[in-house]
Nanobody, 122 residues
């Protein structure tokens, strides 16, 4: 079974930073592209970023481009999201998700973690 466990969320002031982690198990992590998505209260799930299998190609939503950085450690089966210059609009539950095998399309999710809450507030 696909297991994804996120951590690193919390309360941070505007302008602050957080680093989210997602530890994968139950599948061969290094063979799948991965994404981060988020969901704010009352809003739909929003794609944030994608990273390909080797980790050398990344994609970002306009809302986070230049502030967030996705990365992965295939030796440690771990996905990361470095978030800088956080704003109140970034407040949401953040999830890591696996894409279907061979896909780089963020709409083709194939398993998601339980999420970690990020709250940006002064």
């Amino acid at each position: 079974d696909v297991q994804l466990v996120e951590s690193g969320g919390g309360l941070v002031r505007p302008g602050g930073s957080l680093r989210l982690s997602c530890v994968a198990s139950g599948f061969t992590f290094r063979r799948y592209a991965m994404i981060w998505v988020r969901q704010a209260p009352g809003k739909e799930l929003e794609w944030i970023s994608t990273i390909n299998v080797p980790g050398d190609t990344t994609y970002y939503a306009e809302a986070v481009k230049g502030r967030f950085t996705i990365s992965r450690d295939n030796a440690q089966d771990t996905l990361y999201l470095q978030m800088n210059s956080l704003q109140s609009e970034d407040t949401a539950m953040y999830y890591c998700a696996r894409l279907k095998y061979g896909s780089i399309n963020h709409r083709q999710m194939d398993g998601r973690g339980q999420g970690t809450q990020v709250t940006v507030s002064s």
